[in-house]
């Protein structure tokens, strides 16, 4: 019989640090989400934080398929925009071509997807159009919940905790789910980049955290997909 409880994890812009991070949740016999840019696959770039530089160099098309082998890749528009400030069209587009093009990339069909940007960075406009005019299954936005609680909209789907912004409240909430004896099913759900582990070298404080919820047999360690779709 499957557990009740389910840990997942989703993290977004397809970055080099995915291949440290793939290879920390495979040691420690876990799943994840990665939510890619097609079209900036490649690109060289780096990125300012709390007074940091950190690389934001995206991964190449052609490593794609190896580097998130035994995980899942989802969409995340082809060019990181703003989903609300653009047209009908535009939005299916940018969703359904990135979707499209993954699919290609890794050799299944691509149903999962993160909103991009900060913000605001959806609304019930956009999320319809996805719903309706796309293969897209379900969509994460980046409003934590603090809750394991099923949920009834899967396009606007809430994330438990956001990794980087809220330390604490990631090892609070590993600790309650670990205690937690659900009668219905409850799913922990934690996202964020992976280039946010480099502006304060948290990835051991990341590890310890992975170490705490690893191997519990009353925990099944999926995919977004394999927990929010089955």
């Not at 989802?74 to 009908?88: E, M």
């Not at 897209?136 to 409003?143: D, E, G, P, Q, W």
């Not at 609070?172 to 502006?199: C, M, R, S």
Request: glycine content about 8%; some cysteine; overall charge negative.
């Amino acid at each position: 019989m499957k557990p009740l409880k389910g840990l997942t994890f989703s993290y977004d812009d397809g970055v080099t640090q995915d291949i440290r991070l793939a290879e920390l949740f495979h040691k420690y016999g876990m799943k994840a989400t990665f939510n890619l840019n097609s079209a900036r696959l490649g690109l060289d770039g780096a990125l300012n934080r709390e007074g940091k530089t950190v690389s934001h160099i995206k991964v190449n098309s052609a490593d794609v398929k190896h580097i998130y082998e035994g995980h899942e890749v989802a969409g995340h528009t082809l060019t990181h925009p703003r989903l609300p400030s653009l047209t009908d069209e535009e939005v299916v587009r940018q969703v359904e071509e990135d979707r499209l093009a993954l699919s290609e990339l890794c050799g299944y069909e691509v149903r999962g997807f993160a909103y991009p940007c900060g913000g605001v960075n959806y609304d019930s406009r956009v999320s319809e159009l996805i719903k309706n005019n796309t293969g897209i299954k379900f969509c994460r936005t980046i409003v934590s919940n603090h809750s394991f609680d099923l949920q009834k909209n899967l396009y606007e789907f809430k994330p438990t905790v956001y990794h980087h912004g809220e330390w604490d409240q990631l090892f609070e909430l590993g600790e309650t789910f670990l205690n937690l004896k659900p009668e219905q099913p409850a799913i922990f759900y934690v996202w964020g980049h992976a280039y946010e582990f480099d502006i304060h070298d948290t990835w051991d404080r990341f590890e310890e955290f992975l170490k705490m919820m690893s191997g519990k047999s009353d925990i099944t360690y999926g995919t977004n997909s394999e927990l929010l779709l089955g």
